[in-house]
Nanobody, 115 residues
């Protein structure tokens, strides 16, 4: 069983920054690929960024150069640093991983960017 708990969302003005955190428990965190997804109202959930156990990163084109994913295996935590936020980044952000063939999602954290 894996538990993922996100934090760090909130309301920010366009151009501002936020850092999301996702604390994981219940698995060998260091060997999991960790992901951030987001879902805006009326839209499908989309992959924002991912980081492998070895630290290899991927990010959606829409956030490249603005968002950075990182991880601290000593704290079993993955982060999403979000800079130069835009109103279109408004969404619920979810942490996701797969362990032993099972998908695990966090409860989500709301990010709202005002124009």
């Amino acid at each position: 069983q894996v538990q993922l708990v996100e934090s760090g969302g909130g309301l920010v003005q366009a151009g501002g920054s936020l850092r999301l955190s996702c604390a994981a428990s219940g698995s060998s965190f260091s060997i999991n690929t960790m992901n951030w997804y987001r879902q805006a109202p009326g839209k499908q959930r989309e992959l924002v960024a991912a980081i492998s156990s070895g630290g290899r990163r991927n990010a959606a084109d829409s956030v490249k150069g603005r968002f950075t994913i990182s991880r601290d295996n000593t704290k079993n935590t993955v982060y999403l640093q979000m800079n130069s936020l835009k109103p279109e980044d408004t969404a619920v952000y979810y942490c996701f991983t797969k362990w032993a063939g099972v998908d695990y999602w966090g409860q989500g954290t709301q990010v709202t960017v005002s124009s």
